[in-house]
């Protein structure tokens, strides 16, 4: 048996809230967790929105029920089969997403919201952006260990702030702590981190108060 892959065209679903236009001062990003749906995940955001803020929801292409064969459906960034193929097709789908992204608002600045699967999933894309990342808000995720020597120099150069819960069920105090260790030592990036009350989910006040605090910190 010999194994090909070919290229095809699809069409992924993409939720905006918000106008993109040439008043529109930063686009964020979101990229949701593994299981997930963009028309829940963009539901603690929908009040963000202002004359200034847009947001851009892309969902994850591979979709599947959550238990089962019927039921709730989810969505995931990869799978461990063929990971390295998943990856380089989340490249060009990212590269898709903010293309359009930056066509629609071109002075825009362009931030990065990512939870869970979707951190590993953005600090993978970093550096093959074909806009600037102004911002990566990593919340409850893991940092992928196989960074690659271009992620880890534009990640030197943006604002990141990493956020963990105390209580965080897939991801433990040790992990955090072991994360970031990982990074300091091997890659010697010693990242902005913070901790807050909570297991794995979004804390939407934290939230408010950090997209603002961040955006503040470019302007």
């Known amino acids: 048996m010999r194994q090909h892959w070919i290229s095809t065209e699809q069409e992924q679903r993409m939720d905006v809230l918000g106008e993109l236009t040439s008043a529109t001062k930063h686009i964020w990003i979101g990229l949701h967790g593994y299981g997930q749906l963009v028309e829940f995940f ?8 202002t004359e200034d803020r847009a947001f851009v929801f892309p969902q994850a292409p591979h979709k599947f029920y959550i238990n089962g064969v019927s039921g709730r459906v989810g969505a995931s960034w990869m799978t461990k089969d063929e990971r390295l193929k998943d990856i380089e097709n989340q490249k060009k789908y990212l590269t898709t997403v903010l293309n359009w992204a930056h066509s629609k608002a071109p002075t825009a600045h362009i931030h990065v919201l990512a939870f869970s699967q979707g951190v590993a999933t953005v600090m993978r894309f970093l550096g093959h952006s074909p806009v600037a990342i102004s911002t990566v808000l990593a919340w409850a995720g893991s940092w992928p260990l196989d960074a690659s020597i271009v992620n880890l120099k534009a990640l030197s150069k943006i604002n990141f ?5 105390d209580n965080d069920e897939f991801i433990g105090r040790q992990k955090q702590i072991e994360i970031q260790a990982y990074y300091k030592n091997q890659f010697e ?3 902005d981190v913070s901790i807050y009350k909570g297991g794995h989910k979004l804390n939407q006040v934290i939230l408010i108060s950090e997209i603002a605090r961040l955006e503040q910190i470019i302007r």
Not at 42 to 49: G, H, I, K, S, V
């Open 161 to 165: 702030q990493g956020w963990f819960g």
């Open 189 to 191: 990036l010693d990242l």
């Open 42 to 49: 963009q539901r603690p955001f929908r009040d963000l929105e």
